[in-house]
């Protein structure tokens, strides 16, 4: 090397350095300045908010926020930036900070893994990472702090396992886990903590079990493992943590018995086993915690009785039990000076009377015996639990009176009674709760007037009667009730009018008074309901119009009026853009279909059938997008179908059967992908049925009955492969009935009689194997002989061929037809024997043919001189030839009665259309009752369909699944 090479170097060098003194930034990573690797992490971290603004070069670090420094001022002891708003990663050069005795970035948005380089930090004692997104797993790195006291990385976005190496943190106190991803087992190395006392990995996947070696914590004040997938048996050598305060193993799947070593934890204040798979009794043992506060061991398969005995838990203020299979309480369960608060013995297997024992709980706030099979009265001395707020007796079998008594518990806030059999009335005692909020009656047998005491209780927010015998009028001073927000009253008794002054509950939202026997009108009142949202009324006996005021309520989304004498114009209900469900079935409203209507373009059920409506269907209509459900049957409306109709593109039910309207049955149905039910039956419909109708693949019922179509029958309508009810009768259409109708295979009910079908039966009728309801041709030119194939049609129960050109013999298949118990071949040609089996019909089944014979008609040697005979006997014997023609006219006068009679059956079918219709009605309940309103479930309010409404409609209405399935409300 040169002298000038030398020189050069040397040059460069002290160039480097002094450039270097000035640009920090590219000094070499062995800085020993603290104040430097500070102002490189404040550069990587995104700080929103200036947490960091204080860190200046010019200042001392000392004096930085969120530093504490060493004696010397060169280095710093701690870091504390907790909840300072920061994002971005942690910086890896935190680990150049190697006098760090305390790390807090707790509380920020941080994000990216845990810099393995953290490892560096040897003297770390504390490190808080909790509640950030931090991702990735665990550096195993992490295991050489060997003198880290306080570990919390819970609240992130970690996952992975648990690394054993955790067991080598020897000085560890607080390990924090909870809240994250992590995965695969606890470690057995865990036991190696002897200093652990926090230790909570809630919230995470951990499967397997909890290790034998946990036993070696014995610091642990506090485990907290719930809400994992942690299986097999709670160790027992849990029983060596001493000093536990709080174990919660709640929601695992932990199975076995409760281990009875459990009670050697003298310091338990804390148990919660609940939502687990824990079988067996609990351990009487379990008396021996005397620090026990809280205990829950709810949601296991838990038997036997409760052994547990107040005389020795006297700290226990919370016992919850629910959802197991005890059957008894004990004796004891309370002495004097309980500190019992809550007792929740929920949905077990309790039976026999009310247990008395619990009125010694003196301090109780809270008791639920819900779901159990308690029976006989309610005690009356129910009122020694004097601070009790909430009073959950539902669902059980208790008989008697509510014990005027209740009066006097006067912090009650929540009583649910519903469910029982308790008869009788409401005490008038009840008007001295004034912290009363909830008052849950429904399904029981009581009766009475409701008290006008009840509205002093100013609290109440939920009254729920349904289901009652409550008759009288309800109180005129139900407006005091200023807090009311859902008023049900469904299914009782209750007569009179509407008291006026409910119009001043002006919180109400869901006012259910259905199914009573309510006279009057609406009282205009309600429009000052401006909060409503619900409100049913059917069934009843309401008359007048709906009051102009209604215009104010532009919360009402469900309306059911339906089943009252209501008249008038429904306009003051168009005002809700909220509206989605309207019923007015059954009423007198007159007028026409307000085009108002088409404003509530939320509407999803429109029913309006059974009114005096008039005028055409406003063509606005079609705005109704949602719009599923459209029954405007049984009214007077008019004109033609507005082509903007075609824009009802959700429409699944459409039924505008017996009214007055005409024109041609539009070929736009065609586009209605969802329609399921079509009923335009007795109306002047005219002209084809279009082949369109083949498109609407969803169909279930179509009927066109009762109309003036002509033409022949589309074979389309063979497409429609989900069909089950086809009815065409009383029209004028002619041509042969299509083959193709043999793939609509899920018919049950087909009938096109009264129409001018021609030509002869196609045999592929025969294989509609579901047929069963009737197969009605009757009335029309059908000719040739009836197929064999009928015979197949083995569920068949109504065969009506009369009055065609039928001829030939009956083919014998059709005596096989075990299920047939109607059957009318009358009036056609036919001839021949009658298979055996028909002899259990009546003659009239089989009159006016040509040349049948067999039981029941003569026998078919003596066929075709029967009736002659008889006369000509007749006139042998008398031999008066008046006398004989007095006998003719008698004859005549049977064969009129005979057909007659067959018309009345015709006319009798088509009655029974009617009647499903009515079902149909029921099957669209819109407010039903739950049976299984759940404490602190406030949204279960009311509004799942009762099993009592199921009954009603179950077997009658074809439509039903499809309408369930549509969530009602
Ligand atoms: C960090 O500071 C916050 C208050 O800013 C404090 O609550 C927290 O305890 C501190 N962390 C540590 C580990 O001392
Ligand atoms: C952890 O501790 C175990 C046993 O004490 C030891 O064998 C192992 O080397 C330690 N691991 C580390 C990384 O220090
Ligand atoms: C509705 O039509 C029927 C039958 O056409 C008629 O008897 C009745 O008077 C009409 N009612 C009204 C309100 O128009």
Not at 240 to 255: F, K, P, V
Not at 463 to 472: A, E, I, P, V, Y
Request: glycine share 6%; charged share 15%; hydrophobic share 40%.
């Amino acid at each position: 090397m040169t002298t000038l090479q030398f020189f050069h170097l040397i040059l460069s060098f002290t160039i480097l350095i002094s450039f270097l003194d000035h640009h920090p930034s590219l000094a070499d990573d062995t800085s020993d300045d603290d104040s430097y690797w500070l102002m490189r992490i404040k550069s990587e971290f995104i700080d929103p908010f200036g947490a960091l603004n204080s860190w200046l070069q010019e200042t001392s670090m000392c004096t930085w926020n969120g530093i504490t420094c060493r004696d010397d001022k060169n280095h710093i002891l701690s870091l504390n930036l907790s909840n300072s708003g920061l994002n971005g990663a942690i910086s890896p050069h935190l680990s150049k900070l190697t006098f760090l005795e305390t790390l807090d970035l707790s509380l920020n948005s941080l994000t990216g893994p845990i810099p393995p380089d953290i490892g560096n930090l040897q003297n770390l004692k504390e490190l808080h990472l909790f509640s950030n997104s931090i991702s990735g797993t665990v550096p195993p790195e992490i295991g050489l702090l060997r003198k880290l006291q306080v570990l919390r990385i819970g609240d992130n976005l970690l996952t992975g396992e648990v690394l054993p190496i955790i067991g080598n943190l020897s000085e560890l106190r607080v390990l924090g886990l909870a809240n994250c991803e992590f995965n695969g087992s606890i470690p057995k190395e865990i036991g190696n903590l002897k200093n652990l006392m926090f230790f909570n990995l809630q919230q995470n996947s951990f499967d397997g079990v909890i290790p034998q070696e946990i036993g070696g914590c014995t610091e642990l004040l506090n485990f907290a493992a719930s809400n994992n997938r942690i299986e097999g048996r709670i160790p027992a050598s849990i029983a060596l943590l001493a000093s536990l305060q709080i174990l919660n193993l709640a929601n695992n799947s932990l199975s076995g018995v409760i281990p009875f070593e459990l009670s050697h934890l003298s310091n338990l204040k804390y148990l919660n086993l609940q939502e687990n798979k824990l079988g067996g009794e609990i351990p009487f043992q379990f008396n021996r915690l005397v620090q026990l506060e809280t205990l829950d061991l709810s949601r296991n398969n838990l038997s036997g009785n409760i052994s547990l005995l107040n005389t020795n838990l006297r700290n226990l203020e919370v016992l919850v039990l629910s959802e197991n299979h005890f059957t008894t309480i004990p004796a004891n369960i309370c002495i004097r000076n309980s500190s019992l608060h809550q007792l929740f013995l929920a949905d077990n297997d309790i039976s026999g009377d009310f247990p008395v024992e619990i009125l010694n709980c003196s301090s109780l706030h809270q008791l639920d015996l819900s779901g159990n099979n308690i029976g006989g009265a309610l005690p009356p001395g129910l009122d020694s639990l004097k601070s009790l707020t909430d009073l959950l007796l539902n669902n059980n079998s208790f008989t008697g009176n509510l014990p005027p008594q209740i009066g006097n518990m006067s912090n009650l806030k929540t009583v649910f009674l519903f469910g029982n059999m308790i008869t009788g009335q409401i005490p008038a005692e009840i008007g001295k709760l004034q912290q009363l909020t909830t008052l849950y009656l429904y399904d029981n047998q009581m009766s009475g007037s409701i008290p006008r005491e009840l509205t002093n209780c100013s609290s109440l927010a939920d009254l729920d009667f349904f289901g009652n015998h409550f008759s009288g009028s309800i109180p005129p001073t139900i407006g005091k009730l200023k807090n009311l927000i859902n008023l049900l009253l469904r299914q009782n008794e209750l007569s009179g009018t509407i008291p006026s002054s409910l119009g001043y509950c002006r919180k109400l939202q869901r006012l259910v008074l259905a199914d009573n026997k309510l006279s009057g009108s609406i009282p205009p009142t309600f429009g000052f309901l401006s909060e409503l949202f619900l409100i049913t009324l059917y069934n009843n006996s309401l008359s007048g119009p709906i009051p102009e005021s209604f215009h104010h309520l532009k919360n009402l989304s469900i309306v059911n009026f339906s089943h009252n004498r209501l008249s008038g114009s429904f306009a003051p209900l168009t005002a809700s853009n909220s509206l989605t469900k309207l019923d007015l079935t059954n009423n007198s409203f007159s007028s026409n279909i307000p085009s108002a209507l088409a404003l509530s373009t939320s509407l999803i059920r429109l029913r309006l059938a059974h009114n005096f409506l008039t005028g055409s269907i406003p063509p606005q209509l079609s705005q109704l997008k949602q719009l599923q459900l459209l029954d405007l049957s049984f009214n007077n409306l008019t004109g033609q179908l507005h082509t903007d109709l075609s824009g009802l593109t959700n429409l699944q039910h459409m039924i505008l059967s017996n009214n007055q309207l005409f024109g041609p049955i539009p070929t736009w149905l065609g586009s209605i992908a969802e329609l399921g039910e079509l009923d335009f039956s007795s109306n002047n419909f005219s002209g084809h049925i279009p082949a369109e109708i083949g498109n609407c693949s969803r169909l279930l019922k179509l009927s066109l009955r009762s109309n003036r179509l002509s033409g022949s029958m589309p074979p389309e309508i063979g497409n429609l492969n989900l069909l089950n009810v086809l009815n065409l009768q009383k029209n004028n259409i002619s041509g042969t009935i299509p083959p193709t109708i043999q793939q609509c295979k899920k018919l049950y009910e087909l009938r096109l009689s009264e129409n001018n079908l021609s030509g002869s039966i196609p045999p592929e009728i025969g294989t509609l194997s579901e047929l069963q309801v009737i197969l009605d041709l009757s009335f029309n030119q059908l000719s040739g002989q009836i197929p064999s194939s009928i015979g197949n049609l083995m569920k068949l129960e109504r065969l009506n061929l009369s009055f065609n050109q039928l001829e030939g013999e009956i083919p014998p298949s059709l005596g096989k037809l075990s299920s047939l118990h109607r059957l009318n071949l009358s009036s056609n040609h036919l001839r021949g024997l009658l298979p055996s089996t028909f002899a259990a019909f009546p003659l009239t089944s089989f009159v006016g043919n040509d040349e049948l014979c067999g039981p029941p008609l003569v026998s078919c040697s003596e066929s075709s001189k029967k009736w002659l005979s008889e006369s000509q006997v007749a006139g042998i014997i008398v031999a008066i030839v008046f006398t004989s023609t007095l006998i003719c006219l008698f004859l005549m006068y049977i064969m009129l009665r005979i057909w007659w009679n067959w018309r009345k059956v015709a006319v009798s079918c088509g009655g029974s259309d009617t009647k499903k219709e009515e079902e149909d009605w029921v099957c669209g309940e819109e407010i039903v009752k739950s049976s299984d309103h759940h404490f602190w479930n406030s949204n279960s309010m009311a509004l799942v369909p009762s099993s009592q409404s199921k009954q009603l409609s179950d077997t009658t209405c074809i439509f039903q699944f499809k309408l369930r399935n549509n969530p009602m409300v």
